[in-house]
T-cell receptor
Framework: EPEVTQTPSHQVTQMGQEVILRCVPI?????FYWYRQILGQKVEFLVS????????KSEIFDDQFSVERPDGSNFTLKIRSTKLEDSAMYFC?????????????FGSGTRLTVV | AQSVSQHNHHVILSEAASLELGCNYS??????LFWYVQYPGQHLQLLLK??????LVKGIKGFEAEFIKSKFSFNLRKPSVQWSDTAEYFC????????????FGKGTKLSVKP
């Protein structure tokens, strides 16, 4: 069964450092997403990406965040200057078609710890 | 404001007990509704989804959920839980035409005692 792959599974970084979280979506999917889950809280939408541009973003996704699809397979989330409150589990997801519930697949997540 | 409420933070059951996890949503317009499960150390997996038709939806592993539009609810049920159902369960909603962005509830942790 096709999977969304995320690396690393766990990353520890110092406050103020830049981090890049990597995702390999399912190959024939067209929509890509990042979500995050702060410990003990709900899963929150960050950003959606289609046709090489951001299609929607939440209030959380401020200027410190950026996304990129640098090649045909990877989808990255960059946090420029991490803060303690960025510590969370970050989930990547992809779907074939953005406006239906079909084929919406999540990765295993990257646990980011900012110290 | 768009939101999803899951009433129980942690539910503890014995094997063979029946399960019902509550989910209420607030969302303007027509919605798609989902239940996801997250087993320890694993990714979110889709249990079931509703977007039209029969409001009683059957999913994997014997789970079902009923969409009651008048109550804005989408409760998850299973008649007899197993130890392997121990996981966290998330209710989520998105709107038709929202490009798929999901709004999640806080999750309900289910612990099943053998």
């Amino acid at each position: 069964e096709p999977e969304v792959t995320q690396t690393p599974s766990h990353q520890v970084t110092q406050m103020g450092q830049e981090v890049i979280l990597r995702c390999v979506p399912i190959s024939n999917h067209l929509y890509f997403y990042w979500y995050r889950q702060i410990l003990g809280q709900k899963v929150e939408f960050l950003v959606s990406f289609y046709n090489n541009e951001i299609s929607e973003k939440s209030e959380i996704f401020d200027d410190q965040f950026s996304v990129e699809r640098p090649d045909g397979s990877n989808f990255t989330l960059k946090i420029r200057s991490t803060k303690l409150e960025d510590s969370a589990m970050y989930f990547c997801a992809s779907s074939e078609v953005g406006q239906t519930p079909y084929g919406y697949t999540f990765g295993s997540g990257t646990r980011l710890t900012v110290v | 404001a768009q939101s999803v409420s899951q009433h129980n933070h942690h539910v503890i059951l014995s094997e063979a007990a029946s399960l019902e996890l509550g989910c209420n949503y607030s969302y303007g317009g027509t919605v798609n509704l989902f239940w996801y499960v997250q087993y320890p150390g694993q990714h979110l997996q889709l249990l079931l989804k509703y977007f039209s038709g029969d409001p009683l939806v059957k999913g994997i592993k014997g789970f079902e959920a009923e969409f009651i539009k008048s109550k804005f609810s989408f409760n998850l049920r299973k008649p007899s839980v197993q130890w392997s159902d121990t996981a966290e369960y998330f209710c989520a909603v998105n709107g038709r035409g929202s490009q798929g962005n999901l709004i999640f509830g806080k999750g309900t942790k289910l612990s099943v005692k053998p």
